[in-house]
């Protein structure tokens, strides 16, 4: 049995119920950008910064950012624990994807809120 210590959830349905939540947000806010686009089919630059500039897109676009983050690293944790069985690799491994995921998230926000 594997231990989780590196888990994101407390367990293994706790990380399946955020995984499912994650993928909800994941899919209002594809379905919200592919219906804004579709009914804006000329779009210029100053109606999409305009967009990004409000408050709820922004909170919306962060919340969906942390849910990719989410979303990945229990997938990446799960896929990890079944096949890279040597604790040492799993554990550079896992290292490696925390970081990754990490830098992306700080990086998001950086874009996001201009910080």
Not at 39 to 48: A, G, H, K, S, V
Request: aromatic share 18%; charged share 10%; hydrophobic share 50%.
């Amino acid at each position: 049995m594997v231990t989780q210590i590196t888990s994101f959830g407390r367990s293994g349905l706790y990380d399946w119920m955020v995984q499912r939540i994650s993928a909800v947000v994941l899919s209002l806010y594809t379905i919200f950008l592919v219906g804004y686009l579709a009914l804006n089919p000329d779009i210029t630059y100053e109606q999409w910064s305009g967009l990004f500039e409000t408050t709820w897109v922004r909170i919306f676009s962060l919340l969906t950012l942390l849910s990719i983050g989410v979303h990945s690293w229990i997938g990446l944790w799960s896929i990890s624990t079944d096949y890279i069985k040597a604790t040492g690799v799993r554990f550079f491994f896992q290292s490696v994807c925390g970081l990754v995921m990490f830098i992306y998230v700080a990086w998001g926000i950086q874009v996001l809120w201009g910080l």
